[in-house]
C-alpha cells in the first residue's frame, strides 16, 4: 500500500484514499469525550477557529505559504496560476514583474562574468534565479567582508 505523507501536517494517508476536494473549507476544533475503555470517542463540541490572529491558523496559514513557495519554487506552481486562484489580475502587471526580475537577473551575470555558474533549472524561474543569485553575492560579501577584517587585524 502507498501512502502519502500530507505535506500540511505530515500525517501517513493512503494514496488511494487522499482526495482533499472532500475536506470542508473551515478549520475546527474538536472536542471529545471517552465512551469508556475500547468504546472510542464521541465529538462533544466542534467549533470554527477560522479568524484573524487565531494562534492555530497562523501556524496553519504559514505552513501553506512554505508549501506554494516550494511549488513556485520547483515549477509546480506558476505565479499567475496561484494569483488567479485568488482572485488577483495577472496580465500585463506580471509580465512587467517577470520582466524587472530577468533584467535583475541579467545584470547580475553581467557583473558577475564567468564567476557565477547559473544552475540547470534556474532559465525557467526568473525568481529562483535571481534567489540563488542574490544568496550567492551574500556569501561572496560575507566571505571578502571576512578578509578584510582578518586583513586589518593583521595591520593593526
Known amino acids: ?13 493512503s494514496l488511494n484514499h487522499f482526495d482533499p476536494s472532500e ?6 476544533v ?6 469508556g475503555r475500547g468504546r472510542g470517542v464521541e465529538v462533544s463540541e466542534r467549533y470554527s477557529i477560522l479568524k484573524p490572529g487565531d494562534e492555530t491558523v497562523e501556524l496553519i496559514k504559514d505552513r501553506i505559504l512554505d508549501l506554494a513557495r516550494l511549488l513556485l519554487e520547483n515549477g509546480c506552481l506558476r505565479p499567475e496560476e496561484a494569483l488567479s486562484e485568488l482572485g488577483i ?11 524587472t526580475i530577468t533584467g535583475l537577473v541579467r545584470a ?3 557583473a558577475l562574468g564567468e564567476e557565477y555558474e547559473p544552475k540547470e533549472d534556474e532559465e525557467e524561474h526568473p525568481l529562483k534565479a535571481l534567489k540563488e543569485r542574490i544568496k550567492y553575492l551574500i556569501e561572496e560579501h560575507e566571505a571578502l567582508s571576512a ?7 593583521e595591520h593593526e
Open 147 to 153: 578578509e578584510v577584517e582578518q586583513h586589518e587585524r
Open 23 to 28: 475536506f470542508e473549507d473551515d478549520i475546527y
Open 89 to 99: 489580475e495577472t496580465g500585463e502587471e506580471l509580465s512587467q514583474i517577470y520582466e
Open 30 to 35: 474538536v472536542e471529545v469525550r471517552g465512551l
Open 1 to 13: 500500500m502507498t501512502q502519502l505523507v500530507c505535506p500540511l501536517c505530515g500525517r501517513f494517508v
Open 108 to 110: 547580475i551575470d553581467e
